[in-house]
């Protein structure tokens, strides 16, 4: 069974400054796709960005950037240019390309706060 | 916009109760899943669904059951509910695309009493 850890329960950071959350996993598969998904204090979990693992290109969206290293098995998160309303709980996750439910497993979860 | 609605944001219930948590989905989506969510924990997956009447167990099914009667509505049953169910429990939906995200309900706060 594949597992997702994540290793910092909280992360702080200055309002416009760039913080990396880290996230690593165990797969014995070569084909999966990695989410970091975001839940502010209001709950509802939303898509901050997707990896799929056959892709050597980082993905990016915006201020929001991954550092994907198969080898390593680690998937971090790295948010430049912090707001304000980045503050809250991020969780990474995995799912295999060979699901036919999409299931997810998702790591423990890092609370992230942005100091003004 | 997938929007997942579940029934109540907050649930306050007593040991040995029977208790429905509701979710609906507008997307057509074919899998749904109910998550608990706990600190440190993550999310971890009760059971979800990937047709209608059909289920399958995830990480932590014991206590609970599940219906899928309609595709849109997936719903989760404490059939008698005890403390240690206390949690936050979220429901998800999803198309069956690989590459394609998850999308979540606002969460229902349950406390057992």
């Known amino acids: 069974a594949q597992t997702v850890t994540q290793s910092q329960p909280e992360m702080s950071v200055q309002e416009a400054e760039t913080v990396t959350l880290s996230c690593t996993y165990d797969t014995s598969e070569s084909d999966y796709y990695l989410f970091w998904y975001k839940q502010p204090p209001s709950r509802q979990m939303i898509l901050v960005i997707r990896q799929e693992a056959y892709k050597q290109q980082n993905a990016t969206e915006n201020r929001f950037s991954v550092n994907f290293q198969k080898a390593a098995k680690s998937f971090s998160l790295k948010i430049s240019d912090s707001q304000l309303g980045d503050a809250a709980m991020y969780f990474c996750a995995y799912r295999s390309s060979n699901n036919a439910g999409n299931m997810l497993t998702f790591g423990g979860g890092t609370r992230l706060m942005v100091k003004p | ?113």
């Open chain 2, 1 to 113: 916009d997938v929007k997942v609605t579940q029934s109540s944001r907050y649930l306050v219930k007593r040991t040995g109760e029977k208790v429905f948590l509701e979710c609906v989905q507008d997307m057509d989506h074919e899998n749904m899943f109910w998550y608990r969510q706990d600190p440190g924990l993550g999310l971890r997956l009760i059971y979800f669904s990937y047709d209608v009447k059909m289920k399958e167990k995830g990480d932590i099914p014991e206590g609970y059951s599940v219906s899928r009667e309609k595709k849109e509505r997936f719903s989760l049953i404490l059939e008698s509910a005890s403390t240690n169910q206390t949690s936050m429990y979220l429901c998800a939906s999803t198309s069956g695309q690989p590459n394609q995200p998850q999308h979540f309900g606002d969460g229902t706060r349950l406390s057992i009493l």
